[in-house]
């Protein structure tokens, strides 16, 4: 069965310093790899995802996740933070030849971001 | 584009209780999935349907039903109300064709309370 650990269920960063947020996934097969953004009261909105093109995927608002096979890992990055991105990222995964589009999500990283 | 909309965004039940939540898909989208996520956790997966047939289920009792009509909206429908079911509920449209591109468009979701 797919799963996704997410390292960190908060992660405090300053204003303009690098975001980082950690994400490993568990599939037999080649995935696809999501990250999604809530925002307090709102429901998911999607970051970036990774479906076997290139492995460094750029996605809105600056974000990027690289796509490591070796280390099974989808870690999400920006280089500045803002502090409008405080909110709680998710990552997901999905097994394309379930015929159903199901995604299996980690529990959460809360992003705080202090000026 | 009119995006995902459920209502109703908040409700109170209590035990034993039935409950029905409602979703209207996204235009062009023939696929609605939901989503469990409880206070802190990352959502679960409860079913899908497409073309209005269940075509995919995770690890919910039958308690848990759903319906979806001939224009794409959908129901989700709890018996048997147990306090553990508080939750937010998610529900996400998509076309669930082979042009799939593992997107979701989430809803705001609709916050149950059990007591």
């Known amino acids: 069965a797919q799963s996704v650990t997410q390292l960190g269920s908060h992660v405090s960063v300053s204003e303009g310093a690098l975001v980082l947020l950690r994400c490993n996934y568990s599939s037999s097969v080649p995935p696809y790899l999501f990250w999604y953004v809530q925002y307090p009261n709102q429901g998911l909105q999607l970051l970036l995802k990774?479906?076997?093109?290139?492995?460094l995927v750029k996605g809105i608002n600056g974000f990027e996740a690289e796509f490591k096979k070796s280390e099974t890992s989808f870690h999400l990055t920006k280089p500045s933070a803002h502090m409008s991105d405080a909110a709680e990222y998710f990552c997901a995964v999905s097994d394309p030849d379930t015929g159903f589009q199901k995604l299996v999500f980690g529990t959460g990283t809360r992003l705080l971001v202090s000026p | 584009e009119t995006g995902v909309t459920q209502s109703p965004t908040h409700l109170i039940k209590t035990r034993g209780q039935q409950v029905t939540l409602r979703c209207s898909s996204q235009?062009?989208?023939?696929?609605v999935s939901w989503y469990q996520q409880a206070l802190g956790q990352g959502p679960q997966f409860i079913f899908q349907y497409y073309r209005e047939e269940e075509n995919g289920r995770g690890n919910f009792p039958p308690r848990f039903s759903g319906l979806q009509f001939p224009n794409y909206s959908s129901e989700l429908n709890v018996n048997a109300l147990e306090l553990d079911d508080s939750a937010l509920y998610l529900c996400?449209?998509?076309?669930?064709?082979?042009?799939?591109?593992?997107?979701?468009?989430f809803g705001e979701g609709s916050r149950l309370t059990v007591l």
């Open positions: 996400a449209s998509t076309r669930g064709d082979r042009d799939f591109t593992g997107e979701l468009f």
């Open positions: 990774y479906t076997s093109a290139a492995t």
């Open positions: 235009s062009g989208h023939n696929t």
